[in-house]
């Protein structure tokens, strides 16, 4: 199996590290990935001037475009041959409407336009805590695994959040989820140079059962997304 990882936190991030690492468990790893932070890039795309391309040691090869770019890229030009394209561990959930606006998702959803088994995985963090890396790489561990080996809809991908519950048990219950179509509030604060957006992530509405309430509750969750 080849699996391509990429993300929108940039090549040096940790959360890519460590979904490299573990997927390394089940396949020959290709990272593509941005060169620079891309957060919140959402589906924007490279047309109208070349896209750098560093090629690292080690199948890396750095990307001077977005997430979107890097699935793009892989699939039509550095690895055409890759069985599943899995974008990040990002750093921060991409809950409900952040599926609209996350260029982690927007890399997985790339490949799923083109036919790729695709998956984009993130982790929630809980204010004022920092993620435990290595224990977020146990916990998804085993769900990874199953994935990977599960059949996938063509013209589907896979949306997955890890919570970040204050305990640090390795088993976590993983919960099949509808993505929350709530609407995030958008709050603003006046200040010298304009408005800033003042929203606090962790009070965002939620539906019972949905996507965010059940990984804000502790569980992993797991939706399947037609593009």
């Known amino acids: 199996m080849k699996l391509i990882v990429t993300n929108d936190d940039g090549i040096e991030a940790q959360g890519l590290l460590t979904l490299a690492g573990l997927a390394s468990q089940w396949g020959d790893v290709v990272i593509v990935a941005p060169a620079e932070i891309q957060s919140g890039a959402s589906h924007q795309l490279t047309n109208n001037r070349p896209i750098r391309v560093d090629e690292l040691a080690g199948d890396r090869y750095r990307v001077w475009g977005t997430p979107a770019d890097c699935a793009r890229l892989a699939l039509g030009q550095l690895a055409a041959d890759g069985d599943w394209v899995l974008s990040g561990i990002n750093h921060g959930a991409n809950l409900g409407v952040d599926v609209y606006e996350s260029g982690t998702v927007a890399a997985a959803r790339e490949a799923a336009f083109h036919g790729c088994k695709a998956m984009a995985l993130s982790h929630y963090v809980a204010e004022g805590r920092a993620i435990d890396w290595p224990l977020a790489a146990e916990r998804l561990g085993p769900l990874l695994e199953r994935l990977l080996h599960e059949p996938l809809e063509s013209g589907c991908f896979l949306n997955v959040n890890l919570p970040h519950p204050e305990h640090t048990e390795r088993r976590l ?22 408005y800033l957006n003042v929203d606090v992530y962790h009070e965002r509405p939620r539906r019972p059962g949905q996507d965010t309430d059940l990984c804000f509750s502790g569980h992993i969750s797991v939706s399947t997304i037609r593009v």
């Open 173 to 194: 219950e993983t919960k099949i989820a509808s993505v929350d179509s709530s609407p995030f509030r958008h709050t603003f604060a006046r200040t010298g140079n304009g």
